[in-house]
């Protein structure tokens, strides 16, 4: 069982730079492989990034590409995600979750836990 909190969500001008953090229970974090999703008003829940238990392979979202990074420390059991120039179109809820089956990082079905989510709001 993994539980996810995730923080550091807000308010923030076009161009701006944001901290999410994921906080994880359970003792299987280490070996678990991360996720970050988001959604937006009136759309489908979207990929951004994904990181390896390990930590040493990170994927990306085209969208999100040189602009976020994605990063955790497992003696935190926490995932962090960076995200720097930020524009309107990254406004969404952003969410943290754990890889539980096999198959693509960026598909939702392959992720059994789920945090609450934080809202991103970026303004013109």
């Known amino acids: 069982q993994v539980q996810l909190v995730e923080s550091g969500g807000g308010l923030v001008q076009a161009g701006g730079s944001l901290r999410l953090s994921c906080s994880a229970s359970?003792?299987?974090?280490?070996?678990?492989?991360m996720g970050w999703f988001r959604q937006a008003p009136g759309k489908q829940r979207e990929f951004v990034a994904a990181?390896?238990?390990?930590?040493?392979?990170?994927y990306y979202a085209d969208s999100v590409k040189g602009r976020f990074t994605i990063s955790r420390d497992n003696g935190k059991n926490t995932v962090y995600l960076q995200t720097n120039n930020l524009n309107p179109e990254d406004t969404a809820v952003y969410y943290c979750a754990a890889k539980l089956y096999r198959g693509s990082v960026d598909r939702s079905g392959n992720y059994g836990y789920w945090g609450q989510g934080t809202q991103v709001t970026v303004s013109s």
């Open positions: 990181i390896s238990s390990s930590g040493d392979i990170t």
């Open positions: 359970g003792r299987t974090f280490i070996s678990t492989d």
